[in-house]
């Protein structure tokens, strides 16, 4: 090394070294899952929100973020594409420019799933392992096809980029481009090598290598030559980036220079290892594959509270900051990955409710920048999947961690929507603080939005108050969720030894048990909702009308005319497809509008619960079958995972107000899994 290079090295050396001590307090006052201060800025609408900062986490669930927030994986919500280590920060990202003869060059910087405005890039998930060890990813834009593999080689990661065959709208082939920076301000720095990039993190040195550059003495020299293919290139970056013409394959390494045959067998190895784990799942290969790729997918790390959470989706996330939780969608979204890693199951959990007002709910959603709903919340199913993961786990500082805001929400409920003794949906626009972007508050849509059924047609005639800010409506689905959340967290109080509490929550659920059998209908044969303001009960039915039974409010002979005479009856809600939002033979079916007729998983789901409680064990072993039949439809032949389906064709992509990547959807098979599972266990029990 010449003396000129080695005094350059040492000065850049000695500047890094003052930019991570100088970031050295960040990091260690930021470890990740701790609970943050956040200083309250000038504006006054961003201290208000900020004033109300969450509880504090325990122990327990600060190792259990810290061992989520660890390694390689797509944890950059912008970009599908995007590799990024942590805790460090570095982002490896994969960008396509398409080069015209004549015009139109363009340059894809990021890839999402689901995109459908014009021109947008077409992405075909496929598996994504847990932790990041395995990822593979198709995407075809600008007549390019292509193809994404990431694997771990123990703390290292390998890509690889193959272009597959497709239709050439260009005499010139795609460049591709590996960027490489650090996210979230992170202290570090990146320098371009003559072969290499050299990082420096808060964690030390990380090198990347390509294929498309030549290695020279070794890898690690300064005077060397870059390879032809590894030129500058017009694109709308900044920092050090390799770029090739992508006519073949193209692999990336960190650690050390690998050959693309090694990086090959890296990805080979790994993708055999989750295929493997898959076949050893049975029957339910296709759904445990399903959960884990989706919630791969769909799981990020969120800097603002430095933490992992799995949002519904990407898109819905970066349309609102960079990320939203909505309700009822994440304690499912815990559900499903208890399946496979307890630690996102958790963190799920306690981050919902961590976003609880200062009211004591948890809000219809809480997003980036600290803004959440104020004035509603969504259905109360919080204390029956944590008490389900804690038959699962048997952490006993789960239950002590989500207690008491699971109290606290209970209680908001008998306090702030009751109304002559039952329960209803509400939106309270003037609580503070005001969100003044959201026209919704204070408002019957408002009130409507906080039973997570947008447009059910069962709301299409009710009315809302503007003095109680209630719905006049009493809700047989609410009633329902709500006695089994009571029941439940009474269960939890009993195993927390909180009697005080236990009995609390047990005289409440007496209480609404009470009124919501008050709504049976012996005419027919099912509990109705009631306009509060006309005092007549709705003979619009959907699949709320049958939670009764996940609360056990239901008697046997009640249970049976339910299932007989509405369930199974095919001009309501029985079919090929099972099952619909409002009844087949309501005048809002052939809508197939969002929640007005499409099939929805977590429908399916709470129906299925409720099921679970009755002795109908081939017709629940018949709905879990076409609700998997449902949701393997598309996943196997587009690897698509729903937010609602076509209750009519079976279809999820014949409308935009369908999420094509909305991990919800996957609820369709996890009544499947459960199925298979129930059986396995009665199996092992008769021996």
Known sequence: M???????????????????????????????????????????SRSTILETSPRAVSWEYRQVQRHLAEGWNTWDVNSVLTQVLLPEGLAIHIGLKHNSARSGDTFLPSALIGRLTPDAEQVTPGPHSWNGSYTDIQISWAGHDWRVQSARDGKELVLLANPL????????????????????????????????????????????YCTCTRAIGGGRVEKSKPADDDEDVNIPIGGPYFSADFTKP??????????????????????????RSVTESGKNGPTVDAIETTLGWDTIFEPEGRRVISPVSRIWSVDRGGYVLFDWDSFFASTMAAIGDRDLAYANA???????????????????????????SEPPVGSITVFSMYQQFHDRWFLEETFRPLLDWNLWWAQHRDIQGYLTWGSDGNTEPVNLDDANRGTRLGAILESGLDNSPIYDDVAYSSQSHLLDFADVGLMSMYIADCDALAT???????????????????????????????????????????????????????????????????????????????KEFWGKWVIPSI?????????????????????????????????????????????FDLFLNEWSNKGHVHENYNAITGSGDDVDRSDR????????????????????????SAR
């Not at 960190?254 to 190895?269: C, F, M, P, Q």
């Not at 959907?542 to 049976?560: D, K, W």
């Not at 990547?661 to 092992?684: D, I, K, N, R, T």
Request: net charge positive; charged share 20%.
């Open 250 to 275: 193209v692999g990336v390494s960190t650690g050390k220079r690998r050959s693309l045959t090694n990086i090959e067998s890296i990805v080979a190895r790994q993708r055999e290892a989750y295929e």
């Open 661 to 684: 990547f909305y991990h919800w959807g996957a609820l369709l098979g996890y009544v499947e899994y459960m199925e298979q599972a129930e059986a396995s266990s009665s199996s092992e």
């Open 583 to 627: 009844a087949i033979d309501d005048p809002a079916f052939p809508d197939q509008d969002y929640w007005r007729g499409r099939i929805w998983g977590p429908m399916n789901y709470l129906v299925y619960l409720g099921l679970c409680n009755y002795d109908y064990p081939a017709v629940r072993r018949e709905f879990a079958e076409k609700s």
């Open 2 to 44: 010449c003396k000129s290079t080695e005094v350059r090295h040492t000065v850049v050396s000695c500047l890094l070294a003052v930019l991570l001590i100088a970031g050295s307090s960040y990091c260690s006052e930021a470890q990740l899952g701790q609970a943050q201060t956040t200083s309250a800025p000038t504006a006054r």
């Open 350 to 376: 306690i981050e919902t409710l961590r976003g609880a007002t200062p009211q004591g709910f948890v809000p219809n959603y809480s997003r980036s920048g600290g803004w959440k709903t104020f004035d509603r």
């Open 492 to 570: 939890i109080a009993d195993i927390l030894n909180k009697q005080t509490e236990a009995k609390s929550l047990r005289e409440r659920s007496s209480r609404y048990r009470n009124k919501l059998q008050s709504l049976w209908d012996e005419r027919t044969g099912m509990f109705l909702n009631k306009n509060l303001h006309t005092g007549q009960c709705s003979v619009r039915l959907s699949p709320t009308n049958f939670y009764p039974l996940l609360a056990r409010v239901a008697t046997p002979a009640q249970a049976e005319r339910m299932i007989k005479e509405h369930l199974l009856n095919s």
């Open 165 to 208: 065959p497709s239709r050439s709208i260009s005499a010139l082939p795609p460049t591709i481009v590996f960027s490489v920076n650090f996210l979230w301000n992170r202290p570090g720095m990146t320098i371009k090598r003559p072969d290499y990039i050299e990082t420096r993190g808060a964690s030390g040195e990380v090198l990347v």
